[in-house]
């Protein structure tokens, strides 16, 4: 028996069973065909890659022993829904009346209510955001809510801790959810201080040894607190001391993000995300009642700013986030600001950006212009000619290193969250993202954007599109591989 030719057969057998179950097992087409040349140009790498990240186990396990075990906390956010925005909706407040299809997308796809009646803070950088998270924090009376991507072992990240245990021993009910993944520096002493103080610490979706390629991709992105259920943050910035800028340290990378501080009605929508990724990791189904989620005439800020949270993750339907910022993008009329880290955003989010710079909407894209990654960064720019050559502007930011994951629309409104513009936060990574209906949160969120510009360099359109062969074959080719970035 020829057992070089047997195994040959066997080889080829193997690959097209793979490139069978690729394409049967991948909903999304260019996805589908990445992996198909990945599996066909290295099959070893290709076929290892593909079952250890490709498999959409999420559906099939992750999620399946918890989706939402906890009626009682939808049914409260279900009647939410039908007592608030139908209000707003039929009132057709001028904040909202421009993108009535964006919050109806939101409210039909994550029975994720639009609140009115929320005080709105932006904050940008980690200097301003950890003295209000520290005032909060310091206010709490009943309970106070954590969960975090990236929770690091430093100096901001223990004086948080530290002043976590205070509030738990004088009484406060302190629940802490890290990434296990994200927040690894933590694990080993801050965990178990916490514990022995009585915060209730838990990992989401614990990183095992047996699991850990596929474990590594879907992970927790979001960073959210919330304090007694009036006070809520959600935004971009980790806790690490790398976000806090310090004027003495001329050696420290400038770390550029932004935050919000929400306080009102919608730290609801807040604490309903919380609670239900607190029942994944706990397996504790916290009741919906008045601690949790105060009567509204308690909550109602001095302003009256209309909010509503999308969010979206492994275990959702439908990928909310991509499809939100697809509307938003849609309803455009004059201008589209865009801030991120990561500008890897698929074909469907860079044809609706090409479509609206060449009619005519301004469409300016802020990117970092330091990089972590080559590869990223290679192909990131496979997706900037056409957005050139369509007429909108990316500026690199010089500055440091732009972390913020933002839009402003038309000054008027504004989205402010955890997402980065990518496949990942599309479809592997729990986000969550604010979007404002407010025309003076766009306006400063606008001047901050426009700010970043002065410490920015315009990608030249001559520049660009005479670079080398060879540099557009490197962008070209990580570009074929981003969907499986």
Not at 160 to 188: C, H, N, Q, T
């Amino acid at each position: 028996m020829n057992w070089i030719l047997l195994s040959e057969i066997v080889y080829i057998i193997i690959v097209l069973l793979v490139c069978v179950r690729v394409v049967y097992d991948t909903q999304n087409t260019t996805k589908t065909l990445a992996y198909l040349l990945a599996v066909i140009l290295l099959p070893i790498v290709g076929i290892i890659v593909y079952f250890t990240v490709g498999i959409n186990y999420r559906k099939r396990k992750m999620y399946s022993k918890k989706i939402f075990n906890n009626p009682e906390l939808e049914m409260t956010m279900r009647e939410r829904i039908l007592k608030t925005s139908q209000i707003i909706f039929k009132t057709r407040k001028e904040s909202v009346k421009n993108f009535e299809k964006l919050a109806s997308l939101i409210l039909n796809k994550s029975l994720s209510p639009i609140f009115q009646g929320n005080d709105v803070t932006l904050l940008l950088n980690g200097e301003n955001k950890f003295p209000r998270v520290f005032e909060a924090l310091k206010n709490a009376k009943n309970h106070i809510h954590i969960e975090y991507y990236i929770f690091e072992d430093d100096d901001i990240s223990c004086r948080i801790i530290d002043l976590l245990i205070e509030k738990a021993k004088a009484g406060v009910a302190v629940r802490f959810i890290y990434d296990d993944f994200g927040s690894r520096p933590i694990r080993k002493k801050q965990v178990p201080r916490m514990q022995a103080a009585g915060i209730r610490v838990f990992p989401f979706y614990k990183i095992k040894l047996i699991s850990f390629a596929n474990r590594i991709n879907y992970r927790n992105h979001r960073k959210i607190i919330v304090v007694d259920g009036v006070v809520g943050f959600v935004g971009g910035i980790n806790v690490s001391d790398k976000y806090v800028n310090n004027s003495e340290d001329n050696n420290k990378l400038y770390w550029r993000d932004t935050h919000l501080q929400i306080e009102g009605p919608i730290v609801k929508s807040l604490q309903y995300i919380f609670m239900g990724d607190w029942n994944y990791c706990s397996g504790e189904a916290l009741k919906p009642t008045k601690v949790f989620f105060p009567d509204e005439s308690t909550t109602l800020s001095k302003t009256d700013k209309v909010v509503q949270i999308a969010y979206s993750g492994p275990d959702s339907d439908s990928p909310l986030i991509q499809q939100s910022l697809l509307q938003a993008i849609s309803l455009a009329k004059e201008e589209i600001l865009i801030t991120t880290p990561y500008f890897i955003p698929g074909d469907v989010i860079l044809e609706s950006l090409v479509i609206a710079a060449a009619s005519g909407t301004k469409v300016k894209l802020l990117v970092p212009g330091i990089s972590d990654s080559k590869f990223v960064n290679y192909a990131a720019r496979s997706y900037y000619g056409r957005l050139i050559n369509a007429g909108a502007t990316i500026y690199r930011y010089q500055k440091g290193f732009v972390h913020a994951k933002t839009m402003v629309v038309d000054k008027q409104l504004s989205i402010v969250g955890t997402a980065n513009m990518d496949i990942r936060s599309f479809d592997l990574n729990f986000e969550v993202n604010a979007i404002v209906y407010d025309r003076e949160i766009a306006e400063e969120l606008h001047t901050a954007f426009y700010n970043d510009l002065k410490d920015a360099i315009a990608i030249d359109a001559k520049k660009w599109n005479d670079r080398s062969n060879l540099t557009q074959i490197l962008e070209k080719l990580a570009g074929l591989f981003s969907p499986l970035m």
